[in-house]
């Protein structure tokens, strides 16, 4: 289970997160959703090491990791798949997934059939060059990658972001079938409601920094969480 207390983080005088306070279970997905600039991104960065937390405290499987950096809260289980995908342009698809082993023990260096068996397309262009690929197939590669690295909580930002419809109706299945399996605890980032109501088991709602909502599925409104969304 992750545990986020109270996190306040800080881009220096200006503060992006306020006592920021939620949990992620292995087996569920939790959304945390917000309009542009609220902070959803922050509190990733926050979570995955990719920025210090000024105060509060992250706890991922009964560990306090708020002073680990990224690279060591990769080798714990934690992958994030960045808003705006991050795939290396120049490189293959196998080469792009390989750069998921950099936090894997030397014996565990390989692609499994798992990352083809979940899409498939990745298998026929591997040696295609990343930036060759569509949007769609790009944000599936970058998720391969993440799942490369046998992660037991997956970040996901804005996964849905300029994707084309049929594409996020194949990344709903793979999230909703990666939170079945029942050992991966899911983040999920997103402002499309409809995806995020379809897959979250619950919700965190932000604004200015903060989480103003937020529960179970089964006890959220939609025009409550809405409210947060519109401009």
């Known amino acids: 289970m992750l545990i986020v207390e109270k996190i306040?983080?800080?881009?220096?005088?200006?503060?992006a997160l306020r006592d920021v306070s939620f949990t992620v279970k292995k087996g569920q997905v939790t959304s945390l959703m917000g309009r542009n600039g609220v902070g959803k991104t922050s509190t990733l960065r926050g979570v995955v090491g990719q920025h210090s937390i000024s105060s509060g405290k992250i706890t991922w499987e009964g560990e306090d990791i708020s002073?680990?950096?990224?690279?060591?809260?990769?080798?714990?289980?934690?992958?994030?798949?960045?808003?705006?995908?991050?795939?290396?342009?120049?490189?293959?698809?196998?080469?792009?997934?390989?750069t998921g082993f950099a936090c894997l023990p030397r014996k565990d260096r390989k692609i499994s059939d798992e990352i083809y068996d979940v899409f498939?397309?990745?298998?026929?262009?591997?040696?295609?060059?990343?930036?060759?690929?569509?949007?769609?197939?790009?944000?599936?590669?970058?998720?391969?990658?993440?799942?490369?690295?046998?992660?037991?909580?997956?970040?996901?930002?804005?996964?849905?972001?300029?994707?084309?419809?049929?594409?996020?109706?194949?990344?709903a299945s793979v999230i909703s079938a990666l939170r079945d399996r029942g050992d991966m605890a899911i983040l999920l980032v997103e402002q499309y409601?409809?995806?995020?109501?379809?897959?979250?088991?619950?919700?965190?709602?932000?604004?200015?920094?903060e989480i103003v909502l937020q529960g179970l599925k089964k006890d959220m409104h939609e025009s409550d969480v809405r409210k947060y969304l519109t401009v």
Do not use: C
């Open 120 to 171: 498939p397309v990745l298998k026929n262009m591997l040696n295609r060059r990343g930036g060759d690929l569509s949007g769609g197939q790009q944000q599936q590669l970058a998720i391969g990658r993440a799942l490369i690295t046998k992660p037991r909580l997956l970040v996901l930002d804005e996964p849905t972001e300029g994707i084309q419809p049929s594409i996020i109706k194949d990344i």
């Open 67 to 98: 002073s680990l950096g990224a690279a060591e809260r990769a080798r714990k289980g934690i992958a994030i798949v960045p808003q705006g995908r991050d795939i290396f342009p120049l490189l293959t698809v196998e080469e792009n997934l390989k």
């Open 8 to 15: 306040n983080l800080h881009y220096g005088a200006s503060q």
């Open 193 to 209: 409601f409809e995806f995020a109501r379809d897959l979250a088991d619950s919700f965190a709602v932000m604004d200015r920094g």
